[in-house]
């Protein structure tokens, strides 16, 4: 087995699919890419056993074979190399002989045999997401999903697909997004709980991608299909939590405001806030928003003004700044709204402007409740 | 202070002396909240609905009471004795406990400290007061009640127990109407009985208050002059003018009652986490309903808001005559405070 290729260009590949690897595995043929070479198509894969992701690549070669390559020291070694051609050849001492032009290096290989083998999804159901839009479904939600393992659902993102639209909702039961899609359909409606890594691996291949992305799913697991790229995980099991019942339905009180403006202002008043609750508090009356925080432990305090455009009563509630920054900072409107009802009732956050077509967000988070 | 309100009433108002009256409730509806004695000549008390009232003695007069008046003389009584203690318990607006063991003037008899402060009263107010003197707030209380009106008992150590062995059960502080049959009927009507029962005995029939009662009667009463009693709960209620049966009308009474709560709440400065709503229906049942939540509450809607899903959980059995919210678990609680200044704030979460 032998076969040539560029350097930056399996470099490139093998950074994405390192994203898979786990950094301490209990199965010691994880810490290795497994080459499956087919004259001059190379298929190289990573797993994790709830992951498995792989890219095909094209080398110069007329051999066969397949070999598990240690997968940090490769790394380590190529990140080295400016752009070059390398030649591995696999010799008998069951080692992988790599050329550059500075030299020659020896790697220890396993058995590609060894390498756990994907899943195959029998039976799927499909539908086909460009993947950018994916790409900011993922990043618009994913921030909001838990990291409880008593409640592992909420660790992952909920996928609904209908004919009507796509829906995309994380949550960890403080604060909730909603991304819907209504200019993309699904042939039939399904839903499923993605967990948090294979997404996140998503998200960073394809931003800004206008490709087509293969989704194939069923009941357990889903297979994510572009280029010469695929994706295959374990999905989480159960059932996820009724969101929408928890989105209030009405909400009388209304804040429209200036996303950038209120955002500096959550950031620098939450300097102030408990170092336990990130508490900043809401006050609105009028035309006049008043945030203020507090740290009575250290005796600080901070107080903001800003003008807003305000219907409804009078009214005082407290979030946490943390959430308020991340929501904020995960929508790029101009100005946004935040709907209330009650102080002891989620705020309702939507963008106002800055959509696309077809687009739609709603982003919830519960207030923490002011003791005064 | 005897007859409080009514002789607050009699006081400002020279064309009621001498008649009895009643303060609080009207003809129709209500109940009386203080009877002038002329008027408890007839049989009228307080706590008597005013149908009753009337009925007993038909010349009786019905006066509005005005709370602000009367806070405003119980806050000159009250600094007539702090003149003399700072151990200072007050009960309601018009009775406290004072602890003179140690007071101001070092005068180093109660009985006539309790001369004096009636002549104090009398004085500066124009109302009479009764006072009781004795070892412990109990006996002291019992004692008040001697030599109503305009009068006080002094009970020396060395009487107290002849005292309570004589002492008719009806007249204990803390047997009522229903504590005093439930007595007879166990055959104890003076002190003397209740003293040659056992504890254990008290106790099974009386639950808690039977060790209460069998300490007291043994002029045994540990409880201290507590010049701060913290607040436990704090409610509003109201009484209709007729009787409701629909919700719609009842969720506008329980906004303003929730209001009134919030007002109260500001006033004293304290938040609660369990909100009762207390329904009394047209055949005086009382039912009460609770919720606590994970947090504290000062706040109108969220008061309402609760109190409306407590209305809400059960259907009315019966037309509704009283409405009521209360919040306790208040964050005066001694033990709360210490954990209270930690959880200062509480993250809510949704309710999946």
Do not use: W
């Amino acid at each position: 087995m032998k076969f040539i290729v560029s350097s930056t260009y399996l470099l490139k590949q093998l950074q994405i699919l390192g994203g898979v690897i786990n950094n301490n595995n209990t199965l010691p043929i994880l810490d290795n890419f497994l080459f499956e070479l087919k004259q001059d198509e190379l298929t190289v894969s990573a797993s994790d056993l709830e992951t498995t992701m792989s890219a095909k690549l094209k080398v110069e070669s007329d051999s066969e074979g397949a070999i598990a390559v240690p997968a940090r020291l490769l790394l380590e070694t190529l990140k080295t190399f400016p752009e070059q051609p390398l030649t591995f050849v696999v010799e008998d001492n069951n080692t992988i002989e790599l050329s550059s032009n500075h030299g020659k290096y020896a790697l220890a290989y396993a058995d590609g045999e060894e390498f756990p083998n994907a899943v195959e999804l029998n039976e799927p159901s499909s539908t086909i997401v460009q993947g950018d839009v994916l790409a900011t479904a993922i990043s618009k939600t994913i921030f909001a999903s838990g990291n409880d393992d008593l409640r592992p659902v909420m660790s992952g993102v909920f996928f609904q697909f209908s004919t009507e639209g796509l829906t995309f909702v994380a949550t960890d039961a403080h604060k909730l997004v909603k991304y819907s899609r209504e200019d993309v359909s699904a042939s039939q409606a399904a839903e499923f709980i993605m967990p948090k890594k294979p997404l996140n691996l998503l998200k960073g291949i394809l931003a800004g991608s206008e490709t087509d992305v293969l989704i194939e799913y069923n009941e357990s697991n889903a297979k994510f299909t572009f280029e010469d790229t695929q994706l295959i995980c374990r999905l989480i099991d159960g059932k996820y939590p009724n969101y929408e019942a928890v989105i209030p339905k009405e909400n009388p009180n209304k804040l429209v405001i200036d996303r950038s403006q209120f955002l500096s202002s959550v950031k620098r008043v939450s300097i102030f806030s408990n170092k336990t609750t990130h508490q900043v508090r809401l006050k609105i009356a009028g035309a006049e928003l008043n945030i203020s925080a507090e740290d009575i432990d250290y005796s600080n305090k901070a107080e903001e003004r800003l003008t807003c455009s305000y219907q409804g009563d009078d009214m005082q509630i407290g979030f946490n700044s943390r959430f308020l920054t991340e929501m904020l900072n995960n929508l790029n409107a101009n100005e946004v709204q935040l709907e209330m009802s009650l102080p002891n009732r989620a705020g309702i956050l939507t963008p106002v402007d800055g959509l696309d077509e077809g687009e739609k967000i709603t982003m919830l988070v519960m207030p923490v409740m002011l003791n005064n | 202070m005897d007859a409080f309100y009514a002789s607050v009433e009699q006081l400002d108002n020279p064309d009621l002396r001498g008649k009895p009256i009643a303060v609080g409730g009207n003809e129709e509806r209500g109940v009386v909240a203080a009877a002038s004695y002329e008027a408890r000549k007839f049989g009228v008390r307080s706590a008597m609905s005013s149908m009753v009232a009337k009925r007993n003695c038909p010349e009786l007069i019905f006066v509005k009471p005005r709370f602000d008046r009367y806070i405003e003389i119980s806050n000159q009584i009250r600094e007539i004795f702090l003149e003399y203690t700072n151990l200072v318990e007050p009960l309601s607006l018009d009775e406290a406990y004072l602890d003179v063991t140690e007071n101001k003037k070092g005068n180093p008899s109660a009985t006539m400290i309790a001369q004096e402060i009636r002549q104090k009263i009398k004085e500066k107010t124009g109302l009479n007061a009764s006072a009781g003197i004795s070892l412990n707030k109990f006996i002291a209380k019992v004692a008040s009640d001697i030599n109503k009106p305009n009068g006080q008992k002094t009970v020396p150590p060395e009487e107290v127990e002849e005292f309570l062995e004589k002492l008719e059960i009806r007249k204990f502080h803390g047997v009522g109407k229903v504590t005093a049959e439930k007595m007879f009927q166990l055959g104890i009507f003076k002190g003397i009985q209740l003293k040659q029962k056992s504890e254990e005995f008290l106790t099974e029939h009386f639950g808690k208050s039977g060790s209460h009662y069998y300490n007291v009667v043994r002029g045994v009463h540990t409880s201290e002059v507590k010049p701060n009693r913290i607040r436990k709960s704090l409610g509003a209620e109201r009484t209709f003018n007729e009787n409701i049966s629909s919700e719609i009308f009842m969720l506008e009474r329980l906004e303003n009652i929730a209001e009134e709560i919030e007002r109260r709440l500001k006033k004293s400065k304290v938040a609660g986490k369990t909100v009762t709503l207390k329904i009394k229906y047209s055949d005086f049942t009382l039912h009460t309903r609770s919720k606590t939540l994970p947090y504290f509450i000062a706040n109108k809607e969220v008061i309402l808001d609760t109190a409306k899903e407590l209305l809400y959980q059960e259907k009315m059995k019966n037309s509704v005559r009283l409405l009521g919210i209360s919040l306790s678990n208040l964050n005066t609680d001694k033990n709360v405070k210490e954990t209270h200044k930690k959880e200062i704030a509480m993250q809510l979460k949704f309710e999946f």
